[in-house]
């Protein structure tokens, strides 16, 4: 498989050339996350993401690392991973691809890939096997309707979707570039206003929190959702200095995005 091209049988747009229409409803369920929401659900370091918009595309964004653990997690969420449209994959690290083969391998391969930038030999080797597209987001695309990469922003990329009404859900990964750049980046490219931020923000301490939900805040953000890789009393600090709403994460936290609906 030639993962230089970028691209590999498809076109897609950069960057989008206009609002959605008809677009107006999103669900969101966390797969794998650190710590469990709903009782009876497996935690497990990683984050893994299901993503179904109201207009058609199902999209997983990150696998976790166990495989048994998202199957199990899927099969008890009602999720069917064979109906995927795209998997998308925020950076190489396996906490967050390393079950990718395996669900390619369970599904038949035929799904898009889209990642930031190619992987090591031994995953280009697995993907390949497996049978899947991949496309490359070196820089911001549209790869569905109404989903869009950030592009490549340091090995890491983060998901956008775009519900009309609310404005961009941003899903992260890890947020290595930081959860500011990556927010800004979005709001820059897309056009916002952004809505949501969902996933690992990839800070610690409180002070890291205060500031972090001080600048959510004033980007107008309504909906803060920290998982994965942000520490306790990072959270603590977001809680406290965001204006908009903060909800807690887990394995099984499910968010709904549409009229009415702002993701409680």
């Known amino acids: 498989m030639d993962l230089a091209s970028g691209c590999i049988g498809k076109t897609y747009t950069h960057p989008p050339s206009h609002p959605p229409v008809g677009r107006d409803r999103a669900s969101l369920v966390v797969l794998l996350d650190n710590e469990v929401f709903r009782p009876g659900l497996m935690a497990d370091w990683g984050l893994s993401i299901y993503v179904e918009a109201g207009w058609g595309p199902k999209v997983l964004m990150d696998t976790g690392g166990s495989f048994r653990k998202l199957v199990g997690n899927s099969e008890a969420l009602g999720v069917e991973l064979g109906a995927l449209d795209a998997i998308f994959i925020s950076h190489w690290h396996g906490d967050h691809c390393g079950a990718l083969a395996d669900v390619l391998n369970a599904i038949g391969g035929e799904v898009d890939v889209i990642v930031p930038r190619r992987p090591g030999w031994s995953m280009s080797r697995a993907l390949a096997r497996a049978g899947a597209s991949v496309v490359e987001a070196g820089r911001p695309l549209e790869f569905l309707p109404g989903f869009y990469s950030t592009g ?14 609310l404005g961009l859900i941003i899903l992260t990964g890890c947020s290595h570039p930081g959860p500011a750049k990556i927010v800004s980046k979005a709001v820059e490219v897309f056009g916002g206003p952004a809505h949501a931020l969902v996933g690992g923000l990839h800070i610690s301490s409180y002070r890291e929190g205060l500031e972090l939900g001080a600048f959510l805040s004033r980007a107008g953000l309504r ?37 009415g609906r702002g993701g409680g």
């Open 152 to 165: 490549d922003l340091g090995g890491e990329h983060s998901l956008v979707v775009e519900v009309e009404g």
């Open 223 to 259: 909906l803060l959702c920290p998982c994965h890789c942000t520490g306790p009393m990072a959270k603590r600090g977001l809680q406290e200095a965001f204006k908009g709403e903060f909800m807690t994460c887990g394995s099984g936290r499910e968010l709904e995005f549409g009229p």
